[in-house]
């Protein structure tokens, strides 16, 4: 049986793609973006083939490629999402002061400062053990913020479960990571790749035992994850304001 909090490290660290194809969709879903927060699935015919493609993909190369990762040692890995997890701070910062949540801003300036100095850019997280923890906002948060509302929901291959305002969400929140200025002209791309790769590998490689579980105890996988998805981005955008440990187990939604 599985909680939304079991699925959120999945879903919250899931890879970003680049923003040409980013605005693809944004331009092929423009008049949905506006509309007001429908969590209908209109689209489900092309999402439920699009959520087999996943699949294959995943089976074919991210699933192996996340279990050869997971062989390296622990501290390994835990310095790899550490370092991650600090370059995602700043888009943090960006879209916290953009949502006008001033302390919460500082709090997240304090720990990347500490992390990238003390903690030598992130791959050590001295910040927890000072008490300053860890809060995540993305543009799409922000867009629902300011009262866009989500449109339909939209399952692509790589980038999963989503919306068009979440889409649109990523490709802010790929402007606002230092990331995407690292480097120069000639290696720019590659550095950019390089993170993207890492990123999704370590993601995978953390939610290995609960997506085959999952997938393994789901009468309807597809309508699962798309439960989870929403309920997880539900409880993201009012800051936890809805309970995720009152919402029913997943196995109430096995019929959805």
Same mark, same amino acid.
């Given at each position: 049986?599985? +909680?939304?909090?079991?699925?959120?490290?999945?879903?919250?660290?899931?890879?970003?793609?680049?923003?040409?194809?980013?605005?693809?969709?944004? =331009?092929?879903?423009?008049?949905?973006?506006?509309?007001?927060?429908?969590?209908?699935?209109?689209?489900?015919?092309?999402?439920?083939?699009?959520?087999?493609? %996943?699949?294959?993909?995943?089976?074919?190369?991210?699933?192996?490629?996340?279990?050869?990762?997971?062989?390296?040692?622990?501290?390994?890995? +835990?310095?790899?999402?550490?370092?991650?997890?600090?370059?995602?701070?700043?888009?943090?910062?960006?879209?916290?002061?953009?949502?006008?949540?001033?302390?919460?801003?500082?709090?997240?300036?304090?720990?990347?400062?500490?992390?990238?100095?003390?903690?030598?850019?992130?791959?050590?997280?001295?910040?927890?053990?000072?008490?300053?923890?860890?809060?995540?906002?993305?543009?799409?948060?922000?867009?629902?913020?300011?009262?866009?509302?989500?449109?339909?929901? =939209?399952?692509?291959?790589?980038?999963?479960?989503?919306?068009?305002?979440?889409?649109?969400?990523?490709?802010?929140?790929?402007?606002?990571?230092?990331?995407?200025?690292?480097? %120069?002209?000639?290696?720019?791309?590659?550095?950019?790749?390089?993170?993207?790769?890492?990123?999704?590998?370590?993601?995978?490689?953390?939610?290995?035992?609960?997506?085959?579980?999952?997938?393994? +105890?789901?009468?309807?996988?597809?309508?699962?994850?798309?439960?989870?998805?929403?309920?997880?981005?539900?409880?993201? =955008?009012?800051?936890?304001?809805?309970? =995720?440990?009152?919402?029913?187990?997943?196995?109430?939604?096995?019929?959805?």
């Amino acid at each position: 049986m599985y +909680t939304l909090r079991k699925f959120r490290f999945f879903i919250g660290n899931s890879m970003n793609s680049k923003i040409p194809y980013l605005l693809a969709v944004l =331009i092929l879903f423009n008049g949905c973006a506006s509309s007001n927060s429908d969590q209908s699935d209109p689209f489900e015919s092309f999402n439920r083939s699009m959520f087999a493609v %996943n699949q294959g993909l995943d089976k074919a190369i991210l699933k192996p490629t996340a279990q050869v990762y997971g062989v390296l040692p622990q501290p390994v890995k +835990t310095g790899v999402g550490n370092v991650l997890s600090n370059l995602s701070l700043p888009v943090t910062f960006i879209n916290q002061t953009l949502q006008g949540n001033i302390d919460s801003a500082g709090n997240t300036l304090v720990r990347f400062s500490v992390n990238s100095t003390i903690g030598l850019i992130g791959i050590f997280d001295v910040a927890t053990g000072l008490g300053v923890k860890q809060e995540k906002e993305d543009f799409g948060q922000t867009l629902a913020v300011y009262g866009v509302g989500s449109g339909p929901y =939209i399952f692509l291959p790589i980038l999963g479960p989503g919306n068009p305002r979440d889409l649109i969400g990523r490709a802010g929140d790929t402007v606002m990571n230092p990331v995407y200025w690292a480097g %120069n002209n000639d290696n720019e791309d590659d550095i950019r790749l390089g993170v993207t790769i890492i990123s999704g590998i370590h993601a995978r490689e953390g939610a290995l035992e609960l997506l085959e579980e999952l997938e393994n +105890t789901s009468v309807d996988y597809y309508a699962t994850v798309r439960s989870l998805y929403m309920q997880n981005r539900e409880s993201e =955008i009012t800051n936890g304001a809805t309970d =995720i440990d009152a919402l029913p187990e997943i196995d109430d939604f096995e019929d959805f």
